[in-house]
């Protein structure tokens, strides 16, 4: 058994094993240079007149060119009736008055106004229009102005954004969307 493994060992050389990966890439360097058999002939640009027949029917093959860019799909409408239409002012009218609330602690309030009418399922459509609200907030706050979409101003159903301008008052510009505000306290001189 010693034996056996003594000359096992030998054969083992890590120097040796180098050696010959190497000489197995060198033969698969040399297989991929050389070219194929048949294959030594490039291929020949298509005439004027080929190129213009093919060109009545190369849009059913789509863009070739690579920069092109594929053109922007129109947002998906709404599929089923909006679930808080008939409360949507309330709604608006409690964040403003409290924007620092989460959307969980309205939608509680709101079943705790509506009992049974707004399951908990509809949870995620409070937080989008939430998360919108506020997104209206912060552009006004940041930039003075608001969003309003074309096609919820009666201008059609374009779904563009225009910007609106407001008055930007310069008290408000440490004002926050997420905590309480506090009125400014009056300091006699």
């Given at each position: 058994?010693?034996?056996?493994?003594?000359?096992?060992?030998?054969?083992?050389?890590?120097?040796?094993?180098?050696?010959?990966?190497?000489?197995?890439?060198?033969?698969?360097?040399?297989?991929?240079?050389?070219?194929?058999?048949?294959?030594?002939?490039?291929?020949?640009?298509?005439?004027?007149?080929?190129?213009?027949s093919g060109l009545r029917t190369a849009w059913q093959e789509g863009e070739v060119r690579p920069t092109s860019v594929q053109k922007?799909?129109?947002?998906?409408?709404?599929?089923?009736?909006?679930?808080?239409?008939?409360?949507?002012?309330?709604?608006?009218?409690?964040?403003?008055?409290?924007?620092?609330?989460?959307?969980?602690?309205?939608?509680?309030?709101?079943?705790?106004?509506?009992?049974?009418?707004?399951?908990?399922?509809?949870?995620?459509?409070?937080?989008?229009?939430?998360?919108?609200?506020?997104?209206?907030?912060?552009?006004?706050?940041?930039?003075?102005?608001?969003?309003?979409?074309?096609?919820?101003?009666?201008?059609?159903?374009?779904?563009?954004?225009?910007?609106?301008?407001?008055?930007?008052?310069?008290?408000?510009?440490?004002?926050?969307?997420?905590?309480?505000?506090?009125?400014?306290?009056?300091?006699?001189?």
């Amino acid at each position: 058994m010693r034996r056996r493994l003594d000359e096992l060992r030998a054969t083992l050389d890590p120097v040796r094993l180098l050696r010959e990966v190497r000489a197995a890439q060198q033969q698969l360097v040399e297989i991929a240079d050389t070219p194929a058999v048949g294959d030594a002939a490039k291929p020949t640009p298509p005439t004027l007149e080929q190129f213009l027949s093919g060109l009545r029917t190369a849009w059913q093959e789509g863009e070739v060119r690579p920069t092109s860019v594929q053109k922007a799909k129109p947002k998906r409408l709404r599929r089923r009736p909006d679930p808080l239409a008939a409360v949507t002012t309330e709604l608006r009218e409690w964040f403003e008055a409290e924007p620092w609330r989460t959307s969980r602690e309205l939608f509680e309030r709101l079943q705790a106004e509506y009992p049974g009418v707004y399951p908990g399922g509809q949870l995620r459509t409070l937080q989008r229009r939430m998360k919108e609200w506020r997104r209206e907030v912060a552009h006004r706050m940041v930039f003075g102005t608001t969003l309003v979409d074309a096609g919820l101003a009666g201008g059609g159903a374009s779904g563009q954004q225009h910007p609106v301008d407001l008055p930007l008052r310069l008290d408000d510009a440490y004002a926050s969307p997420t905590t309480p505000q506090v009125p400014p306290q009056q300091t006699s001189m």
